[in-house]
């Protein structure tokens, strides 16, 4: 059965009762831009061509709606608008103040958080909002007291000597990246992992899956000042009451990354303690993914921590994005409708049915299933890394990303694993026999892949594959077009 969407065959659903007005929309944009630059116009097309005509399976991906497209090619993105509403850096933002209001008010009734903060421009951004804000309630405060200075202006450099040194020896407890946490977590690499002095919990190493008592032990010996919860490959729920206790056993604020499972959470099919917002002190995510906006971040927030969030400008971002942020308030609106719970119960539903397809079929999956929108394939069961099982579903028409499990033997870059996602097929309206046959369709190719020499890259796809599985991809794709009516 064909999913409500946005983009997808099936009605009623915003946006494709007018396709005609959105195709004569894009077709004038198209021959605007082709006017001055042809290869942008050129090059815009055929990445609606080749998203029509693969099949799409990155979690992180999705469709947005023709109307949130729409309203990022405005005229807002030409207003710089520092600061919040009513508090602005720049004269005549009144217009920007209407637009990060509604955004703000849906987030707030969409996900039943007391504070929304919309300006983040990705989710990376969402995320060093939210720390600092952490950081500046949470440490910056009693050190103003402890110097006793009602405010920061009152401070000697001796003072701001010793606060640099606080904030900067912070302590960060998050999920590890091989387990199926995300750069943000605090990651070396990352910012987050210069940021703070951190520590990381994983998975049982046989079950693959969230060890409650290992983090609380891990959180009691490291005693963070935030424990981050959330994943971008991690294929189960989390209990956030049970992150929430471990937090406030050790004094530590718990912040949620939730940027994967949004959609999951706006469409209700997370409740009671896999809802992360009634329990996190911070919620981050993006709008994007499951959620199905435009890119961009959000953080919520619990009241007491919305003051120091609202200073994201300019304690981490510059001016925010008007027409983004526009895109992002049509999104929520159409997360508020009673058709997007439908679709994210899909999400669900269709993750369950390609995770079974492939247990069916022989294939090894980290944690055993799924109870989310992920579904994590481990390769080396076809004797592949994670990027030879990558390109040669690529040359198949089968959109994935490579991604790390757990203890995983070939590294962050060449991985041994696929991650799977339903949202974007989902939108485009497969339901679970489709995501069935996508199963025997993967498998067909990472069966029939070898590796070439010792290269952990190189790989061989059987002559005749690659033409198989596109045809057959090709009938589904037809069965369930994109932007349907939608003509450049």
């Known amino acids: 059965m064909a999913a409500d969407s946005t983009v997808t065959s099936s009605a009623p659903a915003p946006g494709t009762e007018c396709a005609d007005t959105a195709s004569t929309a894009y077709r004038a944009a198209l021959q605007v831009i082709e006017s001055v630059e042809p290869r942008i116009a050129a090059a ?56 990060e209001s509604v955004a703000a008010e849906h987030a707030r009734e969409l996900f039943g958080a007391p504070y929304a903060y919309v300006q983040p421009h990705s989710g990376i951004d969402a995320n060093l909002v939210a720390y600092w804000a952490i950081l500046a309630s949470r440490v910056e405060a009693p050190s103003l007291a402890e110097a006793g200075a009602r405010h920061v202006n009152d401070l000697s450099e001796k003072d701001w000597e010793e606060l640099r040194h606080k904030l900067g020896n912070q302590r960060l407890l998050g999920m590890s990246l091989d387990a199926g946490g995300h750069l943000t977590h605090g990651f070396r690499p990352n910012i987050s992992g210069k940021m703070f002095s951190q520590h990381s919990y994983g998975t049982d190493p046989d079950s693959g899956l969230l060890d409650y008592d290992a983090v609380a032990a891990a959180a009691r010996e490291f005693k963070p000042l935030i424990l981050v919860a959330g994943y971008s490959a991690y294929p189960r729920r989390i209990n956030f009451a049970t992150m929430r206790e471990i937090a406030d056993e050790v004094g530590a604020t718990l912040m949620v990354d ?231």
């Open 44 to 99: 815009t097309r055929k990445e609606l061509a080749d998203q029509r005509d693969s099949l799409k399976l990155i979690a992180s991906e999705n469709y947005a709606s023709p109307a949130v497209l729409l309203t990022m090619g405005s005229w807002l993105s030409d207003k710089y608008a520092e600061g919040t509403v009513g508090h602005r850096f720049y004269a005549g933002c009144q217009n920007v103040d209407t637009v």
């Open 258 to 488: 939730m940027a994967h499972f949004a959609g999951l959470v706006a469409g209700k099919v997370f409740t009671g303690n896999d809802d992360p917002v009634p329990h996190a002190h911070v919620t981050t995510t993006t709008t994007h993914k499951s959620l199905r906006g435009p890119r961009g971040g959000l953080v919520l927030a619990q009241q007491e921590y919305a003051d120091a969030v609202d200073k994201g400008c300019p304690m981490v971002l510059g001016g925010p994005l008007p027409h983004v942020m526009a895109a992002k308030a049509v999104a929520l609106a159409e997360a508020r409708q009673p058709a997007f719970r439908v679709y994210a119960q899909r999400i669900a539903e269709n993750a369950k049915a390609l995770a079974d397809g492939f247990l069916r079929r022989g294939a090894r999956l980290v944690t055993g299933g799924t109870d989310n929108h992920i579904v994590l394939l481990d390769v080396t069961s076809f004797g592949l890394t994670g990027r030879q099982a990558e390109s040669a579903l690529l040359e198949a028409g089968v959109v994935t990303n490579r991604n790390s499990i757990p203890a995983d033997p070939n590294g962050a870059w060449y991985t041994s694993g696929i991650r799977f996602g339903t949202p974007a097929l989902t939108t485009r309206g497969f339901g679970v026999a489709e995501f069935d046959r996508v199963a025997e369709l993967v498998v067909d190719v990472l069966t029939n892949t070898q590796p070439e020499g010792s290269s952990k890259a190189r790989y061989r796809l059987a002559d005749g594959t690659a033409e198989r599985v596109r045809a057959a991809a090709a009938e589904l794709l037809a069965a369930n077009p994109l932007y349907p009516g939608l003509a450049l």
